[in-house]
Structures are given as C-alpha cells and as structure tokens.
C-alpha cells in the first residue's frame, strides 16, 4: 500500500506561483520503488488531465502540453516527496491537483496506469 498526502495547495494571482508536495509512505513505497510519481488535475465539469511524471529512479521528469516550461516535477528520495512548481499561472490552471503513484510501468499519462491517489489540493488561479 502506498498513502499520498498533498500539500500546498491555494489562492494565487494568474502569473503567480504555487508549489505543491506530496508526501508518500507505506510499505510498497519503500527503497525498492522503482515506479512512477505523477500529478494529475481535474477541473469542474472536465476529465483528469495529466500534468507531470517523474521516474523514482531515473528523475525525469514528463510534462503535459499544457505545462510544459511553466511547471516542474522534482523529489526528494529522502523525505519520499514529491513537488511540483507551479510559474507563470494561468486561469485555466485551476483545479483539483492530485498525486498518485504506480509501482510499475505503464502509459505514466492515463490515470487509470495510477494505482494509488492522494486526495487532492485545490488550485484557484484569479484573475
């Protein structure tokens, strides 16, 4: 099992900046994760859209369209976290962010790949 806690979450002018964390534990999230971290986020009234991935192990990260140059993933393997930097925001960032985790491989953009699903930070980027 693997619990994810996301923080960071907030109001924020459109060109502002948020940071996101996700904390991950359990006992399938030990040394041996060799999986993918990812963050997702879904809009009223939208489909979940992917955002970032980032391999444990290899720390490269994969961004979606809309995010590329304005957002980044990174971790810390020590404190099993995960981040996500948020610059240059846009109203139409806004939305429930997720994180989630998958001990394997797989197609690291759908969601239905994520086995595991923290329980969302809100996002609201005004105007």
């Known amino acids: 099992q693997v619990q994810l806690v996301e923080s960071g979450g907030g109001l924020v002018q459109a060109g502002g900046s948020l940071r996101l964390s996700c904390a991950a534990s359990?006992?399938?999230?030990?040394?041996?994760?060799?999986?993918?971290m990812g963050w997702f986020r879904q809009a009223p009234g939208k489909e979940r859209e992917f955002v970032a991935a980032?391999?444990?192990?290899?720390?490269?990260?994969y961004y979606g369209d809309s995010v590329q140059r304005r957002f980044t993933m990174s971790r810390d393997s020590v404190k099993n976290t995960v981040y996500l930097q948020m610059n240059s925001l846009l109203l139409q960032d806004t939305a429930v962010y997720y994180c989630?985790?998958?001990?394997?491989?797989?197609?690291?953009?759908?969601?239905?790949?994520?086995?595991?699903w923290g329980q969302g930070t809100q996002v609201t980027v005004s105007s």
């Open positions: 980032i391999r444990w192990t290899v720390v490269r990260p």
């Open positions: 989630a985790a998958v001990p394997s491989g797989g197609i690291i953009y759908r969601a239905s790949t994520y086995n595991y």
């Open positions: 359990g006992r399938t999230f030990s040394s041996y994760f060799m999986g993918f």
